[in-house]
């Protein structure tokens, strides 16, 4: 591993402030009794979660970051529903997904929005995750990684290189996402350095490539190490603290066997 590997907890359209206190408080204590060494830890809530989460992570001093799952590309002003990058800021939230396919598909953000997005997010000094990968089609097809490539160009092309050490990419095929249907350790290994060689053409070599898609328990070890990624982007198992933490504990192993 070339990085220090990161786990992010995408917890997606689940838990209200009250659950998401709960989890918190869980992750908290299992991270005390047994503290993960190596690991860069983020949890992802929905925004209305968010102060509740960074209450407790701040009182509690979990070692962990908090993300959020959206944002908008404007600084203020007429986007009814929508949450700027300083009010992220504002409540300690350093983390952000960017493009994830669940918005991509179903609220229509498209590569310029996401370009857009990323921009400015980085700009207000947030953590960026980009996300990318592809449809079933394109898989079978074997399009795939044409279709990765040109997300990344179009999201990262003439990035600032001040702003390259906030970026990380996670790969997600689409047809894995809260599927069961994980890819396999070589898809995930020929995708991270495709995804590397792109990421070192357009300048960006330090960038950590996760993968995301049916992560949980039983596939995590053998994907970090076989998929030669620096981490994962889990949604359904970040839902309980065991299972998420034990994600994280085979980063950690991973992490330190290979030093
Ligand atoms: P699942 O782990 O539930 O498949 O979700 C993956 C994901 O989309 C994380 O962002």
Redesign the pocket.
């Known amino acids: 591993m070339r990085h220090q590997p990161l786990v992010i907890g995408?917890w997606?359209m689940n838990l209200d402030y009250v659950e998401a206190l709960h989890l918190g408080q869980q992750i908290g204590v299992m991270l005390k009794n047994k503290p993960v060494e190596h690991v860069d830890i983020v949890l992802a809530p929905p925004f209305v979660d968010i102060r509740s989460v960074t209450s407790i992570v701040e009182s509690e001093k979990i070692p962990v970051e908090v993300a959020a799952q959206h944002v908008n590309a404007n600084e203020n002003g007429a986007h009814t529903g929508e949450v700027s990058v300083s009010m992220l800021k504002r409540l300690n939230v350093t983390w952000v997904?960017v493009g994830?396919?669940?918005r991509r598909s179903m609220y229509a953000m498209d590569d310029a929005t996401v370009s857009a997005t990323l921009r400015h997010a980085l700009r207000g000094g947030l953590r960026v995750v980009l996300?990318v990968g592809e449809a079933l089609e394109i898989r079978e097809a074997d399009d795939q990684d044409e279709f990765v490539r040109t997300q990344l160009v179009s999201a990262l092309k003439g990035i600032d290189a001040r702003f390259h050490e906030l970026l990380s990419v996670?790969y997600?095929p689409i047809w894995?996402?809260?599927?069961g249907r994980t890819a396999t350790s070589e898809q995930v290994a020929s995708m991270t350095a495709h995804i590397r060689n792109v990421l070192s053409s357009l300048g960006v070599d330090a960038a950590r490539v996760l993968y995301?898609?049916?992560?949980n328990t039983e596939n995590a070890a053998t994907i970090v190490r076989e998929g030669l990624v620096d981490g994962f982007?889990?949604?359904?198992?970040s839902l309980k603290a065991e299972s998420f933490l034990s994600i994280v504990q085979s980063c950690d192993d991973c992490y330190d066997g290979k030093r």
């Open positions: 995408n997606k997904l994830h396919s669940e996300c996670a997600e894995a996402i809260g599927t995301g898609g049916s992560v982007l889990v949604g359904g198992a």
